[in-house]
Every structure is written in C-alpha cells, then in structure tokens.
C-alpha cells in the first residue's frame, strides 16, 4: 500500500471511528473490579472524583471500564501528595472521549491507558503537577518483569514490588488512534523584524513548565489540536506492535525507539501546533512511518533565555511530508506549516536533526532554525534518501524552504545546514538558504549527495530555485537594517550537480561584512538556461568559487562570477546603489578535465570600482571560450575593472600544449548534395569486373610498428615481375643463412664513425658485434621484395 492509500485509509478509518461512538459512553467513568483496591468515583454536579485504588510504594493504580469526561466537566483524581505515578488503564471496548478536565494532586506524573483509543475535544484541559501520558498501548511493563495490562486485566499482587515503569507494550493486532482535536494556533512572523513571534492559542493541551506530555498509540491526528509543554518535551510516537522504552529523567520522561517495532501514521492537519518554547526552548521526539503536517500546521520550539535549548528529533521511516497550502476551512495563519526550532533570546537554540527515507516540502511549507535575538541559532541535520522541495503557497508568496536565518533584531551566529542524501531537487523557487538580514552572521550549507538538481524559479521569476548564505535585504519588512554580518559558505559534494533554468548556488554581501565561498566537487556540472554560480560582494572581503569536476558544462547564458559592485540587482529585479567603494573582485578556481562553455556563458571575476579577481583554470580540454579583455556576445573568461586594464585581475589557463579548441569543427548550414557526382558502377551485364592480383593484402604505415598481420602485394606490370622474377630460396636453403642479430646500442669510434654493436650471450667470453656506419649517412634504399625473407620474430 502507498502513502496516498495509507494517509486515505487512516483518515476513512478515523471518520467511520468516529460515527460509531456510543452516546452513553461520553459522560462515563465506571470502574471495574480488577484491583486488589478497587477504583471508587463519586459523582458531583460537574465533577466525578476518583479514590481508592491500589496503592505501591509512591505508584497509584487505578482500572475503569469506562473513561470519558464530557465538555464543562472534570475528573478529579484525589490522589495523596506522596505519590508520584498514576497509572489509569480502561479495560472496556469503548475509547474514551475527554472534552474536559483532567485534574490530580501534587506532582503526580499520570498514564492513562486505553487500547481501544483515546479523543480529546476542543475544550480538553490538563491540570497536574507532573507529566501527561495518554497511550493505546496494552499494558505498561515494570523493571520486576510484571504487567499493568489494559486488554488482559488480571490480579497485580506482583505490582506490589515495582518501583518505575520500563516501557509501553503494544502487542494487539490494530491498537486504537489517538485524536486531539481544537481551533488552531495563532503563531506569526513580526510584519517589522520578520522575527517568529508566539502568541498564545485559545485552547491547549498543556503540563507545567519542564514536564513531558506525550501521546503514544496506533495512528495519532492532530486535527487543530494545540499541544505545549513549554520549556519540557513532547512525544509523538505512533506504534502499531512492539514497545516503547520509557526513561525516566527527573522532570521528564522520554521514549526509545526498539528493535522491529511496527510504527503508523501521525498527521497534523488544520494549524494544529505542538510547542515546546520557554526559557529555555524544550524539545519533541517524533517517531512514526509516515508524518504530515499540512493547513498550516507546525511544530515550534523557541528558546526565550538565556540557557541552551534542547535538541530536536523527528524520525519516519517512510515520509516525511509538509504541506503549504491551505483548504480554507482552517483558521488564518501568519506562519507557514513547518518546523521551527529557533532563539530570541540569548541562548543558544536547540539542533534539529531530521532523518527518513523521503522528505518532502511543498506549496510554501518550511523547515526554520535560526535567531531572532543575540543567541545563536542550532543547527539543522537532514538525512534522507530523497529530499524534494517545490511549489508556491496558494497566493504565490511564500516560498517553500529550508532555511537557518538570522533576521533584523538578531546579533547571532545562524546555525549551519547540513544535508546527505542520495537526490535533492528544488524546484518552483523552492530555497536552502543560511542568509543573514542585519548584523547577525550566516551560518553554512553543506551537501553530499549522488544527484543534485536545482530547477526553476518563484512565479515572479526573482526567485531561483537554489542554495543562498547571503547578507541581503528584506524589502518586504517595515526595518531596514544595518548590514553588517558576515555571509557564510556553501559546500557540495556531488555526483552531479545540475542548475536549470536560472537555478542558483549564490554567497554574497550586500553589506559591509564579508562574503562567503563556493566549495564544489561533482564529477559532472551542468549549467543551463540563465543558471548561475555566483560570490559577490560590495565593501568587504571577496568571495572564492573553487570547482573540481570530470565535466564542467556551461549552456544558454550560465555564469559562474565572483564579481564586486555598490549596484546590485534585488530578488525583485530592482537594481540599487548601496553605494561605497566596491572590494575587488573573487577569485575563481577551476580543476576540469573538460570545460564547455557555449551560448554566452561567461566566467568573470570583475571589479567595478576596484581591482579584479583571479581566474585560474586547469583543464585538459576547453571548449567555445577563452579569455578575453572584456566582455562580448560570445562565451568569455574575464577578470576586467571599470577603472581600466591597469586594475584588471589575472586570468591563467593550464591546459596541454595543443590546443583542443582548434580541433572543434563548425560544419556548414547547407550541405552539398552529392548523388549527382558519383559515378555509376560497371553494368555487370557486359561482362565487366574488378580484380585484385597477387598475394593479396595492403602495406603496413611505416609509422606504426611491424606487426607482421598484413602480406606484401607487388604493384609492378605483370611483365615487369616476370622479367625480375627470382627464385626464393627453399627452406634448406634458407636455414644456412646466418641469422639475424638483434641491434642492442651504438658507440662512436675514433673516426667519428657510428658503429651499431650487438650483444653476444655468454660468460666470460660475451662481447659485441659493431656494424659500420657514417654518423650522417642516410638510410639505404628499401631492397626489393624478392629478397626479403620473412623473419620469424615478427
């Protein structure tokens, strides 16, 4: 079954699950007798209080047939304040609704366990002292090998020695969803900053500050469900058999992935948000076979102080998917669906660290880290084997992207991108970018992959479809900075690495900071249509493009340029003067076995008001360019200055002796028709025909070695051979010549003369052989075929 038909299954299965609930079972907590001391409820107005249950050491259990708590109501869970676990489990057939409050006392951690599944409403509400852990699971294992099971209820006399729980087993066959259901979120970017501002929604499910909330069953929706646990940890863990291992962390408790467990599907739909900002920034654990998150829905951790925020981790086996766009049924959102794990405070923010087989963003969604105040932002890992980004938001806006920036406010360093996959694409606009918008400073992109393919631009065509580690501007907010950051690098380790259609790879300073480098190595490099390759800078330090490739190829007005000017050209299109004096321009190297550069493609390490660059080129081959004074229609490599030839840079090409470029043949438009010079052949009607006589064969080219594959064919008249003929000596004859010696050296002797010296095997009594010869005689004439005898060496 695909992701398509599995995402359907689950929702048709979680509609039809929910037309079927018992309208008796909304208002019900009964409990059962299966404990040693059974659960008792006490019904209120608009309260049930829970007492009794069985009692070990500081763990509480409780056991209900029916759990549910109907909106404006509230189970009141009356525990002693020594205790530190509840643990609730629902033996009946029934899930339970809950559209009020849960309340307990003290710090009490509390798991409430139903394998038939678990809905909380809009009006849901949390109030304890310690963490919340809904689960589907069967039962809880203990560290003395005993079970709290939920399907299989029985007599717990060997609780009676457990001290902490170890893990959730699911051990069913379809364990029940989990649901949280609400109005969305109201999370926002700062129209003045373009800082990520987190503003309260109207409904959570939330624990106190530092605590863990987690939901661990079968498939888990999120449908406008709001979670938070501000400053603590979130888990989603969607497993359909095996367990979860539980530690337990003084305030927090975390789970862990186990060997051949079987995970489902969770899907965040309609600005659900799960929240872990706080001083400092908490984290959340994902784990499933599929996630999406779409409608505007999010995942966010903010760290607000001053101390390190908390890493992230999402892990699906399958797919990882974010979705843009909205259907129009969901709230207003000024975010974009995503995750979003960043600083506005001092501290640095927490890493995230994403892992699947396939990782998907599309119409406008967006993976965020960075700083929003004098913090540092983390940094983002992705490893995936396929890692797609394409399409706009519905109103052609919002670009989707990866990105680890630094905005207005922010004095921060922004974390780094790392990616190793086996095929990124980026397509439609679509954008990796570590850039900086004032004075805080560009983390670095970092690549490896077997395939990469940046395609496209955004729908007004400012925006190609690319890597950026730029300082740039922001024309679309309120501030204008101060660009003072410096811009940060970009690396790519490739098989091959293919731009098209005005695709990018661009580092630059728009700024007074310093630009960033190119680091490139791909056995093939394809640039098409308007792609381009680019380090500019206006004021500060230059940037360096270096390039090693098998096969460097330039097409349709590509570019690799390392230029400097005060007049830059906008993502809009917009050209301005920033003014101030431009650096000079970068440098470029290039190691190729093969450079084509066609079609006005250039390569330019230019300067405007200033000194131009290096371009050095080591090549074995270069194709449809060459260097050139300045710029002209045709493909060139320059490294000029507007302030005149005294300013300009070097351009050095290494290449072999000969030329390759010469050996490129133009062929003509109009080829000659040639059927009418051809001669017609011999008409075999007439008793015409072609013979070749003799012994066949065709000379070998003196140039070559003998081989002695081909037979000698005397070309003479035939009277000319029968009045030369001579008789070729027999075989006995020929074994009384003497032999031929094989040339070894020469030496010169006291005339002058050159004799030719062969050596003699033998011991003591070994020497040479000396044939004569004149230092400048020439060659003697060829003797004639009749005197040549075959020799066997040959």
């Not at 829905?297 to 974010?322: D, H, R, T, W, Y």
Request: net charge neutral.
């Amino acid at each position: 079954m695909n992701y398509s038909l599995q995402l359907i299954w689950f929702l048709s299965t979680f509609c039809l699950f929910c037309l079927t609930i018992p309208l008796g079972t909304l208002a019900q907590i009964v409990p059962d007798s299966t404990l040693p001391n059974n659960t008792i409820a006490i019904t209120g107005k608009n309260s049930i209080r829970i007492e009794g249950g069985t009692q070990t050491g500081s763990n509480l259990f409780h056991s209900f047939r029916e759990f549910a708590i109907p909106t404006g109501s509230e189970a009141y869970f009356n525990n002693t304040l020594n205790i530190q676990n509840i643990f609730s489990r629902v033996t009946g057939s029934n899930f339970s609704h809950i559209d009020g409050i849960i309340r307990a006392n003290g710090q009490a951690n509390l798991f409430l366990i139903n394998p038939s599944g678990i809905i909380f409403g809009r009006h849901a509400q949390l109030n304890i002292g310690g963490s919340f852990i809904a689960t589907t699971a069967n039962s809880i294992k203990f560290d003395n090998g005993s079970e709290f099971n939920a399907s299989n209820p029985q007599n717990i006399a060997s609780l009676l020695t457990i001290k902490v729980p170890i893990g959730l087993q699911f051990s069913g066959a379809n364990p029940g969803i989990i649901n949280v259901e609400g109005s969305g979120h109201n999370f926002g970017f700062s129209r003045k900053t373009g800082a990520l501002e987190t503003n309260e929604p109207t409904n959570n499910l939330a624990v106190q500050p530092g605590k863990t909330l987690a939901l661990i069953g079968g498939n888990i929706a999120l449908t406008g469900g709001n979670l938070k646990a501000e400053s603590g940890s979130i888990a989603l863990f969607s497993i359909v058999r095996g367990e979860a291992p539980i530690e337990m962390n003084n305030n927090q408790i975390t789970f862990k992935n186990q060997p051949n467990t079987q995970f489902g599907n969770i899907i965040l739909s309609g600005t659900a948000s799960i929240n872990t900002s706080g001083l400092p920034g908490g984290y959340f654990q994902i784990q499933s076979r599929n996630l999406t998150l779409e409608q505007g829905s999010v995942m966010v951790s903010i760290n607000q102080g001053s101390q390190p925020g908390k890493n992230v981790f999402i892990n699906a086996l399958e797919n990882i998917e974010l979705i843009g766009r909205k259907t129009g049924n969901e709230t207003n959102s000024g975010i974009g669906t995503g995750f979003f794990v960043r600083t506005n405070g001092s501290g640095e923010a927490g890493n995230l660290t994403i892992t699947s087989d396939r990782l998907t963003l599309r119409d406008g969604a967006a993976i965020a880290m960075g700083t929003d105040g004098s913090g540092n932002s983390g940094h983002l890992q992705i490893i995936a084997n396929k890692v797609f980004l394409g399409g706009l938001s519905a109103d052609g806006a919002t670009l989707t992207a990866i990105v680890s920036n630094p905005t207005i406010p922010s004095t921060g360093i922004g974390g780094d991108i790392n990616i190793q996959t086996q095929q990124l694409t980026l397509e439609n606009g679509a954008v990796i970018s570590v850039s900086t918008f004032g004075a805080g400073t560009s983390g670095n992109i970092k690549v490896i992959a077997d395939e990469i393919l940046f395609r496209g631009t955004s729908t007004t065509g400012g925006i190609g479809s690319g890597f950026y580690a730029r300082t740039t501007l922001n024309t679309d907010l309120i501030s204008v900075p101060q660009l003072t950051g410096n811009a940060g690098n970009v690396t790519i380790i490739a098989n091959r690495l293919r731009l098209q259609d005005r695709g990018r790879i661009n580092v630059g300073n728009l700024g007074k900071g310093n630009a960033g480098n190119i680091n490139i190595t791909a056995s093939t490099i394809e640039l098409d249509n308007q792609s381009l390759i680019t380090a500019t800078q206006r004021q500060a330090e230059q940037g360096n493009i270096t390039i090693q490739s098998e096969n460097l190829r330039l097409r349709h007005n590509s570019n690799i340029t390392t230029d400097a000017s005060s007049t830059v050209t906008l993502d809009t299109g917009e050209k301005i003067n920033l003014g101030g004096n431009s650096t000079n321009g970068g440098n470029i190297f290039i190691t190729t076995n093969t450079l084509v550069a066609l079609e006005n493609s250039d390569i330019t390490a230019n300067a405007q008001q200033s000194f131009g660059g290096r371009v050095i080129i080591n090549s074995r081959g270069i194709f449809g360019t060459t260097f050139r004074q300045q710029t002209t229609p045709q493909s060139d490599i320059t490294a000029t200055s507007s302030l005149g030839a005294q300013f300009s840079g070097i351009v050095q090409i290494n290449t072999p002796d000969t030329s390759v470029s010469e050996s490129v043949v133009h062929l003509p438009g109009n080829f000659v028709a040639m059927d009418d010079r051809i001669v017609s052949s011999c008409r075999t009607s007439q008793n015409n025909s072609f013979s070749i006589t003799g012994s066949g064969g065709l000379p070998e080219s003196p140039n070559e070695t003998l081989l002695g594959r081909t037979v000698w064919r005397d070309l003479r008249p035939p009277n000319e051979i029968s009045r030369h003929n001579t008789t070729l000596p027999s075989p006995r004859e020929t074994s009384k010549l003497t032999p031929i010696i094989e040339v070894t050296g020469w030496i010169k002797n006291l005339q002058g003369e050159v004799e030719l010296i062969a050596g003699v095997q033998g011991g003591r009594g070994a020497g040479v052989q000396r044939c004569r010869g004149h230092q400048n005689s020439k060659l003697s004439p060829v003797p004639s075929p009749q005197s040549l005898i075959p020799n066997p060496l040959f």
